[in-house]
């Protein structure tokens, strides 16, 4: 009976007449993968010898994450610090904040990306593929680049007289998210478009041990607009962009008896507050905001050309990114943002690709920005600021046979310029000196530059085998927080000290990769050993009498700089068999060391450093091109995250993390009616036995302890169902 019901509905949705012949699946084809990250033109990404890893829309397509980052983590060698499902940032062999630049819209995206709670604000449906490249990139992206690249590039241009785009919904089951967007594009003799909307809401999500945690729910909406030409002497296009979104700040605070999540509420006489258990009903609301609250707005303008000049190319690109981020921290203020941060930034960039001679790629150019920050609110964490950089690079491939030899180098300059703030009694903002006001922001100018250079080489010893090999310099200046804090931060909440007089980072980096590419089998082993001089990081001050050393009630934390080495690597083994053309079986396994040099046992280990991770998932696809029901794909993979006790545990900084394994599944499928598309369906679960875990990036992982169990910090999302429906628009 089920089976001819199958048969109906199959003969309905195709618009045909059933074939009784056999099923046939298209020969798989595996080409090389292209890279455009760090190189001056399109490369194969075999032969480029810094290691690249690569996340396609498909694959996120195919994943439950709540955001592009949580979804480029799939890639061995990233991870991500994360604050709830909305605020994630990434991590790229152990390094995070400063030390990754992320590219998008061909322009460094500049959000603040300094703080633990700041995330990137980027909208994942816009972007067509996420390109990360592993180690010191600085040489074509700028200073900072020391632990790699993230470039995220977005939709491609329309075919010449097309029209198209695509309607995608997703929801989640675990915090009720409900996203959709809405993507269109053209190509009308030349005129180049397309729009992007997205909105997302969600609620409180959930786990085992927690429940519902309050104040983790989040909505987020983002709209993004290109237009311009291309023609035969290459583009120029123009892209805008306004993201917005506003979501509770989770603090993880508790009821003694119960262990239930508290939320502060305002006592009658509304000069103080006391704690209240959170209502189901509350964590269950869309679009209502607890006072304790974060709203980020980021704008962004981009002026985007290629331009036939001679026998080369002349690239010019001109972005200006406004960031405006508000904190809502203290309910007896009510719904006034304290923290108040509007960040300004000049992005601008010139290059110049020489036309290939025997076989010699090479270009140059200079780039860099303009930067301003301000405090626009009446709690100060970081000095108002000025700042300009400028770099001038230049890179060359050389191919010779079976060899390919790629390097570049590259000098930076930063000019910055901190302000003084005086406060008052009462911590108001003062113009100038008074006879009580204290000096929070001492002014401070800084000039640093730097050299950054890279050499390596890609050889292939036979068709199967390969093997990269390259050497890279990084450099990056210390960043506002590191050179100028002073103060508390709610969110953290920890009281954070800047030194003015701490030096730039410079690294030394060894990558070497052995590769093996079959037509049923792929592999490649990357190692790499990454010393770093004036690292710097936030050491928590003791107290001379012992204990912690408190700063308005909270731990302080001052930014101190020593030697690092990094050691670690990739191994990636896939199973594509020829004679069972519908299966793939993938594995990958990622590990980090990260040691500060000359330190004991308790102080040794750098703090948030990744453990090591175990991937391996078993695909099933069928693309059945001749019927109505096609690219259809079954998943079932395992992430096992290893225990990490390399922790640094001196004034108990860290904790030892224990290890998880969680469990995800998927399926798929495209529907086709009259040789046409009409809706692709995915169905996706992470953590399907429902694991309680903390991470080790989770920075939720000290919050407050739980008397009613005695477990401390909140735990991560638990069991998470997703449904996904991609309908393509089509103009004829």
């Not at 075999?46 to 397509?61: H, R, S």
Request: aromatic share 12%; glycine share 10%; charged share 20%.
């Amino acid at each position: 009976m089920t089976k001819k019901i199958f048969i109906a509905v199959t003969a309905i949705l195709c618009n045909t007449q059933l074939m009784a012949q056999q099923d046939t699946v298209n020969k798989a084809t595996y080409l090389p993968e292209v890279i455009v990250t760090g190189v001056q033109t399109a490369t194969d990404k075999q032969k480029f010898p810094m290691p690249v890893g690569i996340l396609n829309q498909k694959d996120w397509l195919q994943n439950s994450a709540t955001n592009i980052i949580d979804a480029m983590s799939a890639i061995p060698g990233v991870s991500l610090i994360n604050i709830g499902p909305a605020i994630a940032k990434p991590v790229v062999r152990g390094l995070g904040y400063n030390r990754v630049v992320v590219m998008n819209d061909g322009i460094r995206q500049e959000g603040q990306q300094w703080g633990d709670e700041f995330g990137i604000e980027i909208d994942e449906y816009t972007v067509q593929r996420a390109e990360v490249l592993k180690g010191p990139g600085s040489l074509r992206y700028g200073s900072d680049a020391m632990a790699g690249v993230i470039n995220l590039l977005p939709q491609s241009f329309s075919s010449e007289g097309e029209t198209a785009g695509r309607f995608l919904t997703n929801y989640q089951s675990n915090n009720g998210l409900i996203a959709g967007n809405l993507f269109l594009g053209g190509n009308q003799k030349g005129f180049v478009w397309n729009v992007n909307y997205t909105y997302k809401t969600a609620h409180d999500y959930k786990n085992k041990y927690d429940g519902y945690v309050w104040n983790s729910n989040y909505g987020e909406s983002n709209l993004k607009g290109m237009f311009g030409v291309q023609k035969k002497w290459g583009f120029s296009t123009v892209t805008l962009s306004s993201f917005n979104l506003k979501t509770g700040i989770i603090e993880g605070a508790r009821d003694e008896v119960t262990g239930a999540f508290t939320k502060s509420i305002l006592n009658f006489d509304g000069t103080s507050d006391s704690a209240a258990v959170a209502t189901k009903d509350e964590m269950l609301k869309y679009n209502q905001y607890n006072i304790i609250h974060q709203h980020v707005r980021h704008y962004k303008a981009v002026w985007d050309n290629s331009i036939a000049l001679g026998s080369g190319k002349l690239g010019l690109k001109i972005g200006y990114q406004q960031n405006h981020r508000q904190e809502a921290n203290d309910i007896v203020l009510g719904d006034v943002y304290n923290f108040d941060f509007l960040q300004q930034t000049l992005n601008y960039d010139v290059s110049y690709e020489v036309a290939e001679i025997n076989n010699w790629k090479v270009s140059f150019g200079a780039n860099g920005m303009a930067q301003s920050f301000k405090n626009k609110g009446t709690a100060f964490l970081f000095p108002e600021y000025h700042s300009f950089d400028f770099g001038l690079y230049s890179l060359a491939q050389k191919t010779i046979d079976k060899l390919t030899l790629s390097g570049g180098l590259r000098f930076d300059t930063r000019h910055f310029k901190g302000d003084d703030l005086y406060v008052g009694p009462d911590g108001e903002r003062l113009t100038g000196p008074a006879a009580d006001a204290t000096q929070q922001f001492t002014a401070y100018r800084s000039n640093f530059s730097g050299v950054s250079g890279s050499i390596g080489a890609a050889y292939d010893f036979s068709k199967l085998l390969y093997g990269k090999l390259n050497i890279a310099r990084g450099y990056r200046a210390p960043n506002v927080a590191e050179s100028g804090s002073n103060g508390i931060h709610d969110g953290t909440p920890f009281y954070e000290i800047g030194d003015s007089k701490l030096k730039p980072e410079n690294s030394l980096q060894l990558d070497g990769t052995i590769g093996l590419h079959a037509a049923d089998f792929t592999a490649e082993a990357t190692l790499f050993i990454n010393s770093i001089n004036n690292y710097i990081f936030p050491l928590k001050l003791a107290s001379t009498v012992g204990g912690d050393s408190l700063r308005e009630g909270a731990p302080t934390f001052k930014f101190v700089a020593g030697d690092a080495i990094l050691k670690g690597g990739e191994i990636i083994a896939h199973f594509h068999p020829q004679q069972l053309k519908w299966l793939r079986w993938e594995n990958a396994f990622s590990f980090i060391s990260a040691i500060q040099k000359n330190q004991g046992d308790s102080s040794k280990y750098l703090p948030y450093t990744p453990p090591g991770k175990l991937q391996t998932k078993f695909v099933f696809s069928f693309t059945n091109n001749e019927k109505c029901i096609r690219d259809v794909f079954v998943s079932v993979g395992i992430d096992h995250y290893f225990e990490q006790n390399k922790v640094f545990y001196k004034f108990n900084n860290e904790t030892i993390t224990p290890a998880y394994t969680l469990l995800n599944i998927g399926a798929g499928a495209s529907f086709y009616t009259k040789k046409k598309q009409f809706v692709s369906i995915y169905f996706l679960a992470n953590n399907l036995a429902d694991v309680a875990y903390l991470s080790n990036m989770s920075r939720l992982k000290y919050a407050d302890i739980n008397n009613a169990t005695g477990r401390t910090g909140v735990y991560n999302m638990g069991r998470n169902f997703s449904i996904k429906l991609s309908f393509p628009i089509n103009f004829l």
